[in-house]
């Protein structure tokens, strides 16, 4: 008998490892339509999708081990960070899917709501917010649509080696700024910035990616207390956010 071990589990969704295929259940049957198509249009590896009966998607296991956690020291090469970038660039360079993504304006008015919020409620000080407000507002700008994956935390990125051998979680795919991967996949990991840029290829505005941590990381705080996650925890959000500050001051 296989062991059923649960992944990731809370309101909105939940999935769960039998052996080696990924049982995910969904609420919002258009998260999973946007994961199954993005998947598909995708020129990276990616999980094969096994069946579907709403509300539950089956995909197999992709080989590999993650590239880190947030809040944990990264045992990856620098030439499997180096990959990554590579990889993202690739997908970034493919033809745009056919849905939107969230534009400035959408942002900009849920990034007022979120601070509006963690300062009523005393979830973080208001002196934090206002200077990581400040940071995250650049990151507001005009861009020129890409191919995202729109949430490539690094856990969602499996290497083997130096080789990418699969990125999971599609649903947040979309049109959207190219730095926010590359944010999205290095927060919390200033560290190996350096070799996802050399992966990437190209110029990257280092400014923006950092107001996209503070973006990310001000948008995250609320959803992760409701979700039963500490944003507190040693190198996570609220750390990101402290550290963000003081690099840009300093």
């Not at 180096?82 to 033809?95: F, M, S, T, V, Y």
């Not at 002196?127 to 020129?144: F, G, I, K, M, S």
Request: hydrophobic share 45%.
């Amino acid at each position: 008998m296989e062991e059923v071990k649960v992944v990731v589990a809370h309101s909105e969704r939940a999935t769960l490892r039998v052996g080696d295929v990924f049982l995910k259940v969904d609420g919002d049957q258009t998260r999973i339509d946007v994961e199954v198509e993005a998947m598909a249009l995708a020129p990276v590896p990616t999980p094969e999708v096994l069946w579907r009966k709403p509300p539950v998607l089956a995909i197999a296991a992709v080989p590999g081990t993650a590239l880190g956690r947030l809040g944990e020291p990264s045992t990856a090469s620098p030439a499997a960070w180096a990959a990554a970038g590579a990889a993202i660039r690739k997908l970034h360079d493919a033809p745009l899917p056919p849905w939107p993504g969230r534009g400035p304006d959408e942002l900009a008015a849920d990034l007022d709501g979120e601070c509006e919020w963690l300062v009523a409620n005393g979830v973080l000080p208001a002196d934090l917010v206002t200077r990581n407000y400040q940071v995250a507002a650049a990151a507001l700008r005009p861009w020129t649509p890409v191919f995202t994956h729109g949430d490539l935390q690094l856990t969602h990125v499996f290497v083997d080696g130096d080789e990418i051998t699969g990125v999971i979680d599609w649903s947040e795919a979309g049109q959207g700024d190219a730095l926010f991967d590359l944010a999205t996949l290095t927060l919390g990991h200033e560290e190996h910035l350096d070799d996802v840029v050399a992966g990437y290829g190209t110029d990257v505005d280092l400014d923006m990616i950092r107001a996209w941590w503070s973006l990310r990381s001000l948008l995250a705080v609320r959803w992760l207390v409701e979700h039963g996650f500490d944003p507190s925890a040693p190198g996570c959000e609220v750390d990101v956010l402290r550290s963000n500050v003081f690099t840009r001051n300093n």
